[in-house]
């Protein structure tokens, strides 16, 4: 099954459009996780650098995956985009949880900045992601 405003015939001749954004978005992340690692290191010190600069690589690393996964599963069966969706969303969060609690328990100086990182990576992965669909990506549907 296509996306919308994709015909079916041209998406089954072109197979990477399902990861066709996906080097825009790693280099964002990637852009965004040394501005995070300078800027926490400026304000915090090098803790605060490496918990800034991980936290955007937790966040393109889960985002990476979870493009990977459901693009495999959208081309062997549409249908497993659902169930292999909910179960990587579900493992992911789970892991997560128990990576931030145990992280949490070292008392580091660098889980804020881990944190915001986080959080940094979230709102920029999707920020680059809506301007990728509505302006580069409907270039391409509508020419």
Known sequence: MAEPGVRAP???ADRRWRLRHLPVLLIAS???????????????GGDAALGAAAGVAVTAASYTLTTVVL?????????????????????KFTLLGVVMVAVASTGWDGLL??????AA??????????????RVHRRGVAG
């Open 71 to 91: 693009a495999w599963a959208d081309a062997v069966n549409p249908q497993l985009v659902l169930p292999f969706g909910l179960g990587l969303y579900a493992a």
């Open 113 to 118: 900045p881990l944190c915001l990182g986080i």
């Open 30 to 44: 990637v852009l965004l996780g040394a501005v995070a690692a300078l800027v926490g290191g400026v304000v915090g």
């Open 121 to 134: 990576g979230v709102a920029v992965w999707t920020g680059v992601h809506i301007w990728w669909l509505t």
């Open 10 to 12: 041209e998406a089954a």
